[in-house]
């Protein structure tokens, strides 16, 4: 008889990101979704496999937030290295992004090499027509997840969420921190994904919630 134990069972780690206020929104849904996941879900129930790594709050800003963006995603990969089971753990990146015009929950499918803000960020910075990372060259060149997108909404859709596809999460901090995390995420042997949601004045805060919830559980079935 052999004395091997059974192997390890994959688990899928999700780290969270939101976003503070910024101009013209003063209070962001993505920051209270992502304040309070970990206990709805842990109410809720985690599903199989899904452990939630961390929950950070970024500031709404693009090359004056890339030290804690940085170090907020190689947390991910130091707590990997140092798990007993790294061998059979997955590593997602999820972020979620307001999008105050919206009427619909948005899967980003991919980023552009392209800063160009509307308004000032958070800390003053307004680029226009700026490579995110000036080394990949053009700023039409894009970078998209490798999670499956368009498996993802259907899913969702299946659950009854107003839900789409997406092409294009514009050119503002959104798709500033979606580019960077897709190559960090490329580089590192990790997922990334980013959503963009409604203001809760459009879908309410617990439908946000459940909708938040129903994407963690199809995660660790769909990577």
């Known amino acids: 008889m052999g004395s091997e134990g059974p192997a390890a069972a994959a ?15 003063s209070e962001n849904p993505t ?23 961390s929950c950070t709050i970024l500031e709404t800003a693009g090359q004056g937030a890339l030290v804690p963006l940085y170090q907020t995603l190689q ?4 707590a990997a290295k140092e798990s007993e089971s790294s061998s059979s753990n ?31 960020d958070e800390m003053g910075w307004k680029p226009q027509k700026v490579p995110i990372v000036p080394s990949d060259g053009a700023i ?12 993802i909404t259907k899913a969702l859709a299946k659950k009854g969420y107003n839900v789409m596809t997406s092409d294009d ?3 503002f901090v959104c798709n500033y921190v979606y580019y960077h995390s897709l190559r960090f995420a490329e580089q590192n042997g990790i997922k990334s ?6 203001l809760f ?23």
Not at 31 to 53: C, D, F, Q, S, W
Not at 92 to 119: D, M, P, Y
């Open 75 to 78: 947390s991910a990969i130091t």
């Open 193 to 198: 994904l980013f959503v963009h949601v409604p």
């Open 31 to 53: 920051e209270a979704i992502v304040r309070n996941l970990t206990e709805y879900m842990n109410k809720k129930g985690l599903p199989k496999g899904l452990v939630i790594g």
């Open 169 to 171: 999460a514009g050119r």
């Open 11 to 25: 688990v899928t780690t999700v780290h969270v990101t939101g976003f503070k206020k910024f101009h013209g929104v």
């Open 90 to 120: 997955r590593v997602i990146w999820l972020h979620f992004g307001v999008n105050s015009g919206a009427t619909k929950f948005a899967i980003e499918r991919q980023a552009v090499n392209e800063a160009t803000f509307r308004c000032p």
């Open 201 to 223: 004045f459009t879908i309410d805060e617990e439908v946000q919630m459940q909708f938040a919830a129903s994407l963690l559980d199809l995660l660790p079935s769909i990577c």
């Open 140 to 151: 039409s060149r894009t970078r998209e997840t490798t999670l499956p997108v368009e498996e």
